[in-house]
């Protein structure tokens, strides 16, 4: 089974998308220093990190780019993801860009 899904999951956790932690840890990078290098706060690196929130594509590039990465080391890779998997995390990603859709309504100010 593959790191992104597993049986145990809490039904809530994130999915996890991409390796930042991991990467961070490697290349020795705090929260505070990623952060500061990208003009980010720390809770908003934090709430990456741990797969809660994930950044723009373009954020992803530029954090490459400052701890001198390549960018596909960001990511998890997807080649191993057993059908089951896939499907399932086909479920939850639709769920997540419907959550995110824009209706094209706007809030009417009263």
Not at 30 to 40: M, S, V
Not at 43 to 61: E, G, H, I, R, Y
Not at 95 to 103: C, P, V
Request: no cysteine; hydrophobic share 40%.
């Amino acid at each position: 089974m593959s790191k992104l899904i597993s049986s145990t999951k809490p039904k809530n956790a994130p999915i996890i998308m991409n390796r930042l932690a991991v990467v961070m840890k490697e290349s020795r990078i705090t929260n505070r220093a990623l952060a500061a290098a990208i003009g980010y706060e720390e809770a908003t690196v934090s709430k990456w990190v741990t797969n809660t929130v994930q950044p723009p594509l373009s954020t992803f590039f530029r954090i490459a780019l400052v701890i001198n990465r390549d960018l596909q080391d960001l990511f998890v890779s997807t080649k191993n993801i057993t059908p089951e998997e896939k499907e399932e995390l086909l479920q939850e990603l639709e769920i997540l860009a419907e959550q995110g859709k824009r209706t094209g309504k706007s809030k009417q100010k009263k």
